[in-house]
């Protein structure tokens, strides 16, 4: 069975960083891509970023391009999510998932505000 911890949420400032973090069990990420998702109040749950599975190419949603990195470390069966300049706009729960499998975690809150 596949289970997501997400951790690393917060509240922070407008134009401050924080770094998601997922540990992976009962899987092995590294046969996966991964993937950081986030939903925010009345809102459908949206596309952040992507990784490979060997981690040679990510991918990411305009609205995050140049602020967050996606990243991951197939020993640790982590994936992180580095977010930086951080907007009001950012306010929601963030999850990870194994793309291609239907699992969730219970997803960690992220909230920008002054």
């Known amino acids: 069975q596949v289970q997501l911890v997400e951790s690393g949420g917060g509240l922070v400032q407008p134009g401050g960083s924080l770094t998601l973090s997922c540990i992976v069990s009962?899987?092995?990420?590294?046969?996966?891509?991964m993937g950081w998702y986030r939903q925010a109040p009345g809102k459908q749950r949206e596309f952040v970023a992507t990784i490979t599975a060997v981690g040679d190419y990510t991918n990411s949603a305009d609205s995050v391009k140049g602020r967050f990195t996606i990243s991951r470390d197939n020993v640790q069966n982590t994936v992180y999510l580095q977010m930086n300049s951080l907007k009001p706009e950012d306010t929601a729960v963030y999850y990870c998932?194994?793309?291609?499998?239907?699992?969730w975690g219970q997803g960690t809150q992220v909230t920008v505000s002054s």
């Open positions: 009962g899987i092995s990420i590294k046969n996966y891509a």
């Open positions: 998932k194994a793309m291609g499998l239907f699992a």
